[in-house]
């Protein structure tokens, strides 16, 4: 695990050999809802030896309907996250999605999380590298894990070392998304840790109703082979009820079947370590 991981999670107790997890709603919704998906989520990290990550947005820009749910307000969504993290004595995440909220976040956030979408945005990435924070970048749907060296490169130029790479599927036709695990392996291959979205990477999105799909039944799935192939992360969004969740609750993972899941892949990661 590189320093700054271990930097990052030296407030907790975990098996370094074991892969971290980033995990929270994908939106804040509410105080009560943050609080309780932390609360559950590093009970169960604590238990299992797994460092936590706590994410969650403060903002959804991009949202395929214009009446979608985006936020509470920056200031406000972003206390709750920095709440969050001194609560539960956690390093916290969320994504941005301008080279103007990167300084703002970083004032609430530990880890900077850019959005596949904008991968390619020089200036943000820069502009996230500048803050001195961990920046974790979403592989786009349409790159391939070798072409992610350039979004490295222009992080590591702007003197910032500290960079993970997120693999979260690639476009399949219109409105789906397929997981191409050689881009774990090539990915490393940046000198960075690749973690694997369990969630994203089940998406459907651009549906006719407006609404992201999804495939929820299929995160364990993901996650095995995640793991299997060398993931050194697991990227999970999950809700007490992903159907009444305001964002993502089609492709989310139930609260209460995460703790199952995890031990699975405890295991899992056993073997293959």
């Known amino acids: 695990m590189q320093q700054f991981l271990k930097d990052l999670f030296s407030q ?4 370094e050999k074991n892969f971290f997890l980033i995990a929270g709603p994908c939106i804040v919704e509410n105080e009560e809802l943050v609080m309780e998906v932390a609360s559950k989520v590093s009970t169960i990290c604590k238990n299992l ?11 959804k820009a991009n949202r395929t309907s214009a009446s979608s749910f985006t936020g509470l307000g920056d200031e406000t969504g972003l206390s709750l996250i920095k709440k969050v993290g001194e609560t539960y004595h956690l390093p916290t995440t969320s994504d941005i999605h301008a080279h103007d909220e990167a300084a703002e976040a970083a004032k609430y956030v530990d880890v900077l999380q850019i959005p596949a ?5 020089t200036d ?8 001195g924070k961990i920046v974790n970048v979403k592989k786009g749907q349409f790159l391939s894990g ?10 590591n130029k702007a003197g910032n070392n500290h960079v993970m790479l997120t693999e979260r599927g690639t476009t399949f036709g219109y409105t789906d998304l397929v997981v ?3 881009n774990i392996p090539w990915m490393k291959e940046h000198g960075t840790p690749v973690i694997m979205d369990c969630t994203h990477a089940l998406q459907q999105p651009n549906q006719t109703t407006g609404v992201t799909g999804g495939n929820p039944q299929l995160i364990s799935t993901i996650a095995k082979a995640a793991i299997a192939t060398g993931a050194d992360g697991l990227f999970i969004e999950t809700h007490p009820d992903p159907s009444k969740a305001l964002s993502d609750g089609a492709n989310m993972l139930r609260l209460d079947l995460l703790e199952g899941l995890l ?5 899992l990661r056993k073997a293959v370590v």
């Open 12 to 15: 907790q107790s975990y098996n």
């Open 49 to 59: 030896g797994i460092p936590y990550i706590f994410k969650a947005s403060y903002r």
């Open 117 to 121: 979408f904008l991968c390619r945005q």
């Open 124 to 131: 943000l990435l820069i502009a996230a590298a500048a803050t």
């Open 146 to 155: 070798p072409s992610m060296k350039f979004a490295v490169d222009k992080i």
């Open 180 to 182: 191409d695990y050689r």
């Open 263 to 267: 031990q699975q892949l405890v295991t």
